[in-house]
């Protein structure tokens, strides 16, 4: 079995974590109906990778993505935006009556 060292990651970023699992959360709850989330975090040494994941409504990420007010996606828009602004990457899985996967890599 090989360990890793989670990465040591500034302030700065470790809040913005923070603030983007927070909003994740939020979304499922109030907007996705989620009745199941689940966050798990993990390290190969080099990089964070954070998963939400939930089994809510679901909805079409490429318009969310677009930025699409009237798909009501600002928010991971935003996130995205954020994210890669610091160097991270944000992927996004969801369908319709499914549910959503979200993974942050930072």
């Known amino acids: 079995m090989v360990k890793h060292q989670t990465p040591v990651l500034a302030k700065q970023v470790r809040g913005l974590l923070f603030q983007v ?19 798990a975090l ?6 964070i990778q954070i998963v939400v994941k939930d089994d809510g409504t679901g909805f079409d990420p490429v318009a969310i993505l677009a930025g699409s007010e009237s798909a009501g996606g600002f928010g991971l828009f935003s996130i995205r935006e954020r994210l890669a602004f ?8 969801s369908r319709t009556g499914v549910g959503t996967q979200v993974t942050i890599r930072f």
């Open 86 to 93: 610091q160097g991270g990457e944000l992927d996004i899985e």
């Open 21 to 39: 699992v927070r909003e994740l959360l939020t979304n499922a709850a109030k907007h996705a109906a989620a009745r199941m989330v689940m966050v």
């Open 42 to 47: 993990s390290s190969d040494g080099e990089k």
